[in-house]
């Protein structure tokens, strides 16, 4: 045992000083490589950080991108009205007395009417309604092209208008109104001050003021509409004797019809912002409904209809892609590129076929206007590529073992399986030959977020989307099977299997697609949406393969 | 210009490329030498070599400044060989079969006068296992709960595994030496 202990010391001591001071030099090209490969981490960092901000951004349009831009349908929700109220805190400032509601909305339409002329820049519409006395009272406007209407359930008084450009119009609902309650709705000019005082009475329109109002008269309690700072106030009414539109830069008061039982005050405070203009208040009221294009409903019938065509004309818009998100769920054929391009090792493997492999997914999709959307989905993917050569030969290298470049990275196959003992190569043989079959399979998860703009309004509307994938490899398999022919007698398979090879698992790189969808109803539509991806970051980080996907969606998109 | 090694680390804490080149120029011979002893290949030897710089250069900025650079260096990429070996999932509880010899066959001769490159050459053939625990018993002084612990196996497989890699290596010795002389 001594000699043995001497012998292993000898030989540690043999080795140790073989290599304790022996600096053998890599190849010159490997710090280019390992400088490349920092490079593609660092451009990895950036995207990663990219994403990460562009995600961040998505999620906070998302979360606090404004109602008032994405709700179309400007309908004052009378539960809302306090709340809206305060939010015109700064330019408006609304006071309704025996415990009226007070709802308010903006909208930057150019109001003109025969009877009330409003021509502000941006125009605000209150609305008050007097929920002692049970009526209530709904306003609602929208964009061009659009109705609006006014619509008292319990006094049945509804004003309706249709014109092009425009919002809708001040009414003081309460006027019309037989007894115990009172509306106001107003529309003001941007810094304009307007309010109205029920209590502060400079001119007296009880009786007489009739606001787009048709019904009572009587019972009224005088009320007080203060204009200051310039303002021009237009009502509809056509038996109004009072000249709210006065003179500019003085205080004009409209004093409106109240209730018997209660008084109602209106303060209506635009700082800055509202103004009435009114034209001629003392027109004929005959004269005034041939030129108006406001009309009163008293029927209930008739409100209703009115409250549901008015419903309708703003809801349609609301077909399908209209609504502020909706989700998407798609199946894709796709088809993966990633060839080597060049490599150092013995062997590339090379013009491999892909395979149609299917993909699916779901896509949030986030309206940011009636054009444009955004989309982040995730999905699942794969992609097959096989290569068959029949023959290919190996140089008998020195260098072992044999490496085959794939797209995947290097397959390295130990000598001993490929040169068994006993083979022997004769001068000038210095090749052998093999016939090798090659697939690899790799499964991946996507994140496409997308900006999509959408063409036209029709049912079928064509429509682009661009932005960028994130990709992380779930899993990569590679198999090669090679077939060894030294001699017409010897004849050898091998198989070899490689489950993790020097994949890079992220990737990134833009994507771009084109398509159709065709709207169904008004939360359902389908769609067909030819696109591709680019990776930006080689599939191997040892292989330089260029990496792309084609793929053909076709998807269900339904309406949140 | 000679950079110094305290240059050389703030450097490549600040990401500058020519510094990472620097670090690597100056360190490169000796990892390599590393690389080749727990590789198959020079090809997979460039790639530890490779793999072993990224994270030298990923975890410089935990490099407290204590103790040896080199050796700070030397550990990562011996850890970065130990990762490509453990891919290949060796059994070490496996002995290939072709390799199995009786340890008292051996003559132990006198030591080898083979070169640096020969003797690399008997390692590169030895297989994985024995191959691993002799470089990290030997070559870079590991012992061998040491040894257990960084390859998850008990320490009397890192001892038998050494004995065997040592026999085989003397045989090896044996014979490349007798073929030498027969070429002589």
Redesign the interface.
């Known amino acids: 045992m001594k ?2 202990d001497k ?2 010391e ?3 001591k ?3 000083g ?2 304790a001071q ?6 010159p090209a ?2 280019d ?3 490349a ?2 490079n593609r ?1 660092r451009r990895k960092r950036v995207g990663i950080l990219i994403s990460s901000i562009l995600l961040l951004g998505i999620v906070g349009t998302w979360y606090f991108w404004p109602n008032s831009r994405l709700n179309k349908e400007n309908i004052v929700n009378d539960s809302s009205s306090a709340n809206s109220a305060k939010q015109l805190n700064s330019n408006i400032t609304t006071t309704v007395n025996s415990s009226a509601v007070s709802s308010v909305k903006d909208s930057k339409e150019p109001v003109t009417n025969t009877n009330t002329q409003v021509q502000p820049s941006t125009s605000h519409t209150i609305s008050a309604e007097n929920k002692s006395n049970t009526p209530s009272a709904k306003v609602m406007s929208s964009e061009t092209n659009t109705t609006s209407s006014i619509q008292a359930n319990d006094n049945r008084t509804v004003l309706t208008k249709k014109k092009k450009n425009t919002n809708y119009v001040v009414v003081p609902k309460s006027i019309a109104m037989n007894s115990g309650s009172s509306t106001a709705t107003g529309s003001h000019k941007k810094n304009k001050t307007v309010s109205e005082k029920s209590n502060a009475v400079n001119q007296n329109v009880a009786g007489k003021s009739e606001i787009n109002v048709s019904e009572t008269k009587k019972d009224a309690q005088q009320s007080t509409t203060t204009v200051t700072n310039n303002p021009s106030v237009v009502s509809n009414s056509n038996e109004t004797d009072a000249n709210v539109a006065d003179n500019k830069n003085k205080q004009s008061t409209t004093t409106l019809p109240a209730t018997k039982d209660t008084t109602t005050s209106i303060v209506i405070t635009a700082a800055n912002k509202a103004v009435m203009e009114s034209s001629d208040l003392k027109q004929d009221k005959k004269q005034a409904e041939k030129n108006s294009n406001t009309e009163v409903i008293k029927k209930d019938s008739a409100i209703q209809n009115a409250y549901a065509v008015a419903k309708k004309d703003s809801t349609v818009k609301q077909n399908g892609e209209q609504h502020k998100l909706s989700v998407s769920i798609y199946g894709s054929p796709e088809i993966g590129e990633n060839n080597v391009t060049s490599t ?2 013995q062997f590339n493997i090379q013009d491999a076929r892909s395979t149609v492999r299917i993909s699916a997914g779901a896509k949030l999709n986030i309206k940011l206007s009636d054009n444009f959307e955004l989309n982040i989905g995730l999905s699942y993917s794969q992609y097959n590529q096989s290569n068959k050569v029949d023959s290919a030969w190996l140089v008998k290298s020195d ?3 044999y ?1 085959f470049a794939t797209s995947l990275g ?1 397959m ?1 196959i ?1 000598d001993s399986s490929m040169i068994p003992s006993g083979i022997i190569f004769f001068q000038p043989r210095s090749k052998f030959g093999v016939a090798y079959k090659y697939t690899e399979t790799v499964s991946f998860i996507n994140m496409p977020i997308n900006a999509k703009y959408t063409f036209g309004n029709g049912k079928l509307r064509p429509y682009i989307t661009a932005g960028l994938n994130l990709q992380y490899v779930l899993s990569e398999k590679a198999s090669l099977e090679v077939i060894r022919e030294y001699s017409s007698s010897q004849i050898i398979d091998q198989h070899f299997t490689y489950n ?1 090879l ?1 994949v890079t698992k992220f990737n990134f790189g833009p994507s771009a697609g084109a398509g159709l969808e065709y709207i169904l109803t008004d939360r359902l539509d389908i769609y067909l949406e030819p696109n591709a991806r680019l990776n930006m970051l080689h599939f191997s980080s ?1 292989a330089n393969s260029t990496n792309y996907f084609i793929g053909c969606q076709a998807g269900v998109r339904i309406g949140l | 210009m000679s950079v110094t090694e305290a240059e050389i680390i703030e450097g490549c804490r600040a990401g500058k490329r020519e510094l990472q080149k620097a670090l690597y120029e100056r360190y490169s011979g000796k990892m390599y030498n590393i690389c080749l002893r727990y590789a198959k290949s020079k090809h997979e030897a460039e790639d530890i070599l490779q793999e072993g710089f990224i994270k030298v250069f990923d975890k410089i900025g935990q490099f407290a400044g204590t103790g040896s650079f080199e050796g700070w260096i030397r550990r990562i990429v011996v850890n970065s060989a130990l990762e490509v070996i453990r891919k290949r999932k060796i059994d070490f509880s496996s002995i290939d079969i072709n390799y199995v010899q009786d340890p008292h066959e051996h003559t132990f001769n006198t030591i080898s006068t083979l070169n640096t490159k020969e003797l690399l050459a008997v390692i590169q053939e030895l297989p994985d296992g024995y191959k691993t625990v002799f470089n990290l018993y030997v070559i870079e002084g590991y012992q061998h709960s040491e040894i257990a612990e960084m390859l998850s196996i008990s320490e009397g497989t890192s001892k038998s595994q050494l004995a065997r890699a040592r026999n085989l290596l003397q045989s090896k010795l044996n014979e490349t030496e007798l073929n030498l002389k027969k070429i002589k």
Not at chain 1, 22 to 27: A, D, Y
């Open positions: 000699d043995e012998h292993n000898e030989m540690d043999l080795f140790q073989a290599f022996w600096e053998p030099k890599p190849e490997a710090w490589k390992m400088e490969r920092l981490r150092n090792a260098s072992i073992p490496v290097n390295s130990p993790s020097d040892s």
